[in-house]
C-alpha cells in the first residue's frame, strides 16, 4: 500500500486540468483555464533556455488532458524559480503545475528514481534537525560556483567570527524535527520511496542496493554521484 498518498495534493478529478486547479498547492485565482498559449512562460524559462523543456508544452497537454505527460522527461527540468508564474499575463502558474504532475507522476512510480538524490536531506533532516547539501552536490556547486564559494562554507566559522556574529546556532532540535517528520508520515514515506526506487531496477542506473547502510554520505548509487563519493556534505 502506499503510504501517505495525499488526496489534498493530488485530488482524484477527471482530468489532469481540475486535478491541478484542486489541488492544495494551487490558489483558486489560478489561470490554467485562461492559458493563451502565448509562450511568454517559456520564454522566460532558465531551463527551457538550455533544454528542450517548455512550460507552454506542459500547460497545453495538461488542458488536452493528455496523461502523458506524467511519463515525460519534461517535468523534471523545473527547479522552481518561478519566473514562469510571474511573467504569465492570464496568471496561470505552469510552476505549480509542474508541482501537482510531479506528485501524481512519483504516486504512481513514474520517474521516482529522481527522488534518491534528495533522500540524504531528509535522513540528515531527521538524524541532525537541520538541511544540507547533499555530499553529491557539493562537488557541482564547486564547479558551478567556484572554489571561494568552498572556501567559504569551510570558513564559515571564523568569517562569522571576523564579521563579529555568534557561532551558528544548530541547536538541538532533532527530536522536535523528528516528531515533526514522524506525524507527518515523512518515514513511512521515505521507506514506500526507497523500496518503490528498489523495485524498479533499472539496469545500469542503480549502482548499490538503497538500503546498503554502508554506502558513503552522498553516494546513493546514482550515474552523478559516481565522480563523487564521500564528498562531505555541509550544513546549511
Ligand atoms: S505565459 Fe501563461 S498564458 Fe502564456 S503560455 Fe504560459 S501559462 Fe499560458
Ligand atoms: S519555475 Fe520552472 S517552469 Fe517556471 S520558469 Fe522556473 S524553471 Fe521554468
Same mark, same amino acid.
Given at each position: 500500500?502506499? %503510504? *501517505?498518498?495525499?488526496?489534498?495534493?493530488?485530488?482524484? @478529478?477527471?482530468?489532469?486540468? #481540475?486535478?491541478?486547479?484542486?489541488?492544495?498547492?494551487? %490558489? +483558486?485565482?489560478?489561470?490554467?483555464?485562461? @492559458?493563451?498559449? @502565448?509562450?511568454?512562460?517559456?520564454?522566460?524559462?532558465?531551463?527551457?533556455?538550455?533544454?528542450? /523543456?517548455? %512550460?507552454?508544452?506542459?500547460?497545453?497537454?495538461?488542458?488536452?488532458? =493528455?496523461?502523458?505527460?506524467?511519463?515525460?522527461?519534461?517535468?523534471?527540468?523545473?527547479?522552481?524559480? /518561478?519566473?514562469?508564474?510571474?511573467?504569465?499575463?492570464?496568471?496561470?502558474?505552469?510552476?505549480?503545475?509542474?508541482?501537482?504532475?510531479?506528485?501524481?507522476?512519483?504516486? +504512481?512510480?513514474?520517474?521516482?528514481?529522481?527522488?534518491?538524490?534528495?533522500?540524504?536531506?531528509? #535522513? /540528515?533532516?531527521?538524524?541532525?534537525?537541520?538541511?544540507?547539501? %547533499?555530499?553529491?552536490?557539493?562537488?557541482?556547486?564547486?564547479?558551478?560556483?567556484?572554489?571561494?564559494?568552498?572556501?567559504?562554507?569551510?570558513?564559515?566559522?571564523?568569517?562569522?567570527? +571576523?564579521?563579529?556574529?555568534?557561532?551558528?546556532?544548530?541547536?538541538?532540535?532533532?527530536?522536535?524535527?523528528?516528531?515533526?517528520?514522524?506525524?507527518?508520515? *515523512?518515514?513511512?514515506?521515505?521507506?514506500?520511496?526507497?523500496?518503490?526506487?528498489?523495485?524498479?531496477?533499472?539496469?545500469?542506473?542503480?549502482?548499490? =542496493? @538503497?538500503?546498503?547502510?554502508?554506502?558513503?554520505?552522498?553516494?546513493?548509487?546514482?550515474?552523478?554521484?559516481? #565522480?563523487?563519493?564521500?564528498?562531505?556534505?555541509?550544513?546549511?
Amino acid at each position: 500500500m502506499m %503510504p *501517505y498518498v495525499n488526496e489534498y495534493d493530488t485530488p482524484d @478529478c477527471k482530468t489532469l486540468a #481540475e486535478t491541478a486547479k484542486k489541488s492544495i498547492r494551487t %490558489p +483558486e485565482s489560478l489561470g490554467l483555464d485562461r @492559458c493563451i498559449q @502565448c509562450g511568454a512562460c517559456t520564454a522566460s524559462c532558465p531551463a527551457a533556455r538550455f533544454t528542450d /523543456y517548455s %512550460p507552454r508544452q506542459i500547460v497545453k497537454k495538461v488542458l488536452e488532458n =493528455d496523461h502523458s505527460v506524467l511519463e515525460s522527461e519534461m517535468i523534471w527540468s523545473c527547479f522552481y524559480c /518561478y519566473s514562469c508564474n510571474v511573467r504569465c499575463p492570464r496568471n496561470n502558474s505552469p510552476v505549480t503545475i509542474v508541482q501537482v504532475l510531479r506528485q501524481m507522476a512519483i504516486n +504512481e512510480g513514474i520517474g521516482i528514481e529522481k527522488l534518491g538524490y534528495f533522500l540524504e536531506i531528509g #535522513e /540528515y533532516l531527521a538524524e541532525n534537525g537541520a538541511s544540507k547539501v %547533499p555530499g553529491a552536490g557539493i562537488k557541482n556547486m564547486e564547479r558551478d560556483l567556484g572554489d571561494r564559494w568552498i572556501g567559504m562554507k569551510k570558513n564559515l566559522e571564523f568569517i562569522r567570527s +571576523e564579521l563579529g556574529l555568534s557561532s551558528r546556532d544548530i541547536r538541538d532540535t532533532h527530536g522536535e524535527v523528528q516528531a515533526i517528520l514522524e506525524s507527518t508520515g *515523512y518515514f513511512e514515506r521515505e521507506k514506500w520511496i526507497k523500496a518503490k526506487i528498489q523495485e524498479k531496477k533499472v539496469n545500469g542506473f542503480l549502482k548499490t =542496493d @538503497c538500503s546498503n547502510n554502508e554506502r558513503k554520505s552522498g553516494d546513493f548509487g546514482f550515474e552523478s554521484d559516481r #565522480e563523487y563519493t564521500g564528498q562531505e556534505a555541509f550544513t546549511i
